[in-house]
């Protein structure tokens, strides 16, 4: 009996350790694929990628492959970079006065007249305009960008446009000769003049370099100063004011005035100009807006980036700059790690 | 009593006479699924591209390779981490991937136990980069943990799979351990131009505001490539210029 119930345990067992190795061993898996499967699947994924890269420079990517290969690698679109000088150049110079101050011009001179039978000096004329200011205001157009090797050629059209000034008119007559001095005397007449700038188109014409700065690309600007001669132009108050100067006058005054034509010398003094330097250190470099980091903080630790330039491609779509990276720890700046916490 | 207990043990441990997968052919079969999916994914951006759908031109490009993200995970892999106060595990090298429009990270770690440090295992952790996104400037990623294999233990087939079962329940916490990547570039947020007072000639300063975001993630050709799209201005006049000397 007892042998028996042994024996039915015994079968009982075996069937339980049947059923449990069906339901609980892992699943049976096929053959592992072969290396020769591997590669032709890797040879699919290769050719699927160059088909990949050939559909991208066929859609306008025509520089990737003059890129320089490094670890890093960065591609600034040329339209990006252009819209960027563009906005720069333009905002500077839109932003931009110039302010002449304390200028003075000066003209003196005789006058002769037919004085009965021969010309006599009847009188001598100082003229004086001290410009206590005038200002002027640069107006720039849209510059032309043309992209070169490794330069942009800018060529920035500017207006000095409207401005105005303040300035005082001073006159000395010392009458000569005795019917001179009887009929006019001495004249000194000072008066407050107002007046513009006559506006003026410029060119200005430089490059920016398209350099390596080490960690990013940067625009470094090639102009030469620009002369400005700015023209003072008198308004109708001060042409007024003139004409009021003579009439004020005796009449014998003004006949004598009239021979010095105040307005015409007025004119020829101030149609001179007044030169301006504007230097090329207006412009300032341009770092554009991608680089290489030359650290990182990584849960308090501080890896430094030995950064090595590998090149800079300037292409007619991208600009392109690569570096290759060391990495390298640098220092826990808050002290020892405190150890992780386990995971739960 | 003893019969029926040893009957049980016997019954419970069964399953486990069958012999681990050998690491070469556990690799080959994972390597064919990741293939497999590589192509799927390639096929897919191939005609995007081919269709015109995938613009790159007007967008900050901005490439990885290979060697130089494995450099930056490897020197940031965090210190040895304790799983469920059992296993000491610690990460030993990572190799991303950037194949197949895949940006997948191979981890190898080893295993000692706690109490028993000379019990060892080697494992393998696959995942990817995730969730790339602009914070302040930095382009970063997370790093997701997704599956993992035991490649060979000292443990024993039945240590063996206490080790899985312990990595798999810990794996998304162990995948937040691993700091996120953070692609080395610096993206400025806009371009500063002092201004010049040079008396006669004065021009104010200004900035050139600069609005970028994430377009594409394209990780082919051994690269991880990442698409800025990008918008310059208008420009914004500042407060003072710089006296000039």
Known sequence: MRRRLFALLGLLFAAAAVFAWLRLRRPTLPPPPSTARLEELKAQRDALQARFRQAVIASGEKSLADAPRAGI??????????????????????????????????????????????????????????????QGLLRPGKPTLVFGRDTVNVTLPVHLAEGHGEATLHLEWDSKAFAANLVCGDVDITRAVTGGVVPKDYEISGSFAIANAGDAIILRPRFPDLAVRIFVDPSEQAWAVVDGVVKEQAKGCEMALNK???KAKLAGILGRGFNVKIPQKIFKPIRLPAGVRQSLQVHGLELALHVTPAGLVVANDRLWYGANLAVSSKTQPSGPKAPAPPVP | MRLPAFAVGALVLL?????????EAARARATEAFLGTQI????????KAESGQLSSQDRIAIGLSEETAKALIGASLPPEQVIGGRIRLTFESVQPIFRGNNAALLFQATAHGVRVPSATARLELGGGLTNFRIEKGTLTSTVHLSHFKVLDTSLGEMAGDVLEALVRD????????????????????????????????VTKPGVLPLEMTLAEVLPVGERLWVLLEVKAGPWQKAAAAEKSP
Do not use: W
């Open chain 2, 170 to 201: 810990n794996l998304a916490a162990l995948g937040e351990r691993i700091p996120a990547l953070e692609i080395p570039v610096h993206l400025e947020q806009s371009i500063a131009i002092a201004g010049l007072d040079a008396g006669v000639v």
């Open chain 2, 15 to 23: 399953p486990a006479c069958q012999h681990r997968e050998p690491p």
């Open chain 1, 73 to 134: 690698m960065i591609g600034i679109p040329t339209s990006f970079t252009a819209s960027v000088l563009e906005q720069v150049v333009t905002g500077l110079f839109g932003e931009t006065t110039l302010t002449l101050k304390n200028l003075k011009v000066h003209k003196e001179g005789q006058v002769r007249a037919k004085m009965l039978v021969r010309k006599k000096t009847i009188g001598d004329y100082v003229l004086d305009v001290q410009i206590h200011q005038v």
């Open chain 2, 40 to 47: 799927a994914d390639l096929q897919k951006l191939v005609s």
């Open chain 1, 260 to 262: 010095v034509d105040l």
